[in-house]
């Protein structure tokens, strides 16, 4: 009797064992198939958009020998080019007067006492910060007429650049989302036809990653914001 549990005991384990096994083989069998009934798009959106915010370093230079002397023409220009600014639209809160920047031209290593007319070259930079783009573009073009009032803008170079920026990014993502997905969407259903099949289902998507860079060199202003998504789809026949 003992021997006859044990060996329906054993049957049933062993019909147990069969039965999971089959449904594990099933299960990836079904993985299989599901995967060749899938695809995986790409969907594209791109905006070009007007920047929001700029900020305007204005540099000016000035040479000679006599530090208080400087300091007090530098005053002078500043005072000058913040009447300038004002005058155009450009409010206090927008205007950032940094502390002057001054250069011992004699403490330099390359420096000689033949070469140097001058001993200090002394660098102020206003700052202009603003959500005016336009206005600010404006003046900008027109900053020569300073050199009325004796007063030389110099070019900010790589350090000082003007530099424009969109900011309102995170009401149009959502947007950009959307028109990626649908945008891979049709991609999807453009395949799935081709197939003679239809999408069911996001399997699983990537948002990916967006940037915003300038249009191009000469129109720093304008931004173009893009984005590429990731998306799978399930198909059925």
């Known amino acids: 009797m003992k021997d006859n549990q044990k060996t329906i005991i054993a049957a049933a384990l062993i019909a147990i064992g069969?039965?999971?096994?089959g449904c594990c083989i099933q299960k990836g069998l079904d993985s299989i198939a599901n995967k060749d009934h899938q695809v995986n798009v790409k969907g594209l959106a791109e905006k070009e958009v007007k920047a929001d915010k700029v900020t305007w370093p204005i540099v000016s230079k000035q040479l000679g020998n006599d530090l208080p002397e400087l300091y007090a023409d530098i005053a002078t220009k500043q005072a000058k080019i913040k009447a300038f600014l004002k005058r155009n639209g450009i409010s206090d809160k927008e205007i950032l007067i940094n502390a002057p920047l001054v250069t011992d031209l004699n403490a330099q290593d390359y420096?000689?006492?033949?070469?140097?007319?001058?001993r200090y070259n002394v660098t102020s930079i206003i700052t202009v910060t603003s959500r005016q783009v336009d206005r600010v573009r404006s003046i900008i073009a027109r900053q020569g007429e300073l050199l009325k009032e004796g007063v030389a803008i110099v070019d900010g170079g790589y350090n000082n650049p003007v530099v424009y920026e969109y900011t309102a990014f995170k009401k149009l993502k959502p947007v950009m989302m959307k028109e990626a997905i649908e945008n891979a969407e049709q991609t999807a259903a453009q395949f799935a036809e081709n197939s003679k099949s239809k999408i069911n289902k996001i399997i699983n998507a990537d948002q990916g990653q967006f940037t915003i860079e300038d249009r191009d060199a000469t129109t720093p202003y304008i931004k173009k914001v893009r984005v590429v998504t990731s998306v799978t789809y399930s198909l059925k026949d």
Request: hydrophobic share 50%; net charge neutral; proline share 0%.
């Open 18 to 21: 069969i039965i999971i096994l």
């Open 111 to 118: 420096a000689s006492s033949q070469s140097n007319l001058y």
